[in-house]
């Protein structure tokens, strides 16, 4: 169950812009900011998994 919707829903928000922020860069083929927005987008991702996962 989760309890902490308001966080959860910040964390998920944050993870939708880097998302969308990799795509982009990733158009653009510069392998260096892809590497970094994506770096971005899977610590994010990583985040809600260590706080909301079910134990």
């Known amino acids: ?30 392998r260096g900011q892809i590497k970094k927005a994506f770096g971005q987008t899977a610590k994010n991702c990583k985040s809600c998994h260590s706080d909301y996962k079910s134990k």
Do not use: P
Request: net charge negative.
């Open 1 to 30: 169950m989760l309890s902490d919707a308001d966080g959860f829903a910040a964390k998920f928000s944050q993870f939708s812009k880097d998302a969308q922020n990799l795509a982009t860069v990733a158009k653009e083929g510069n």
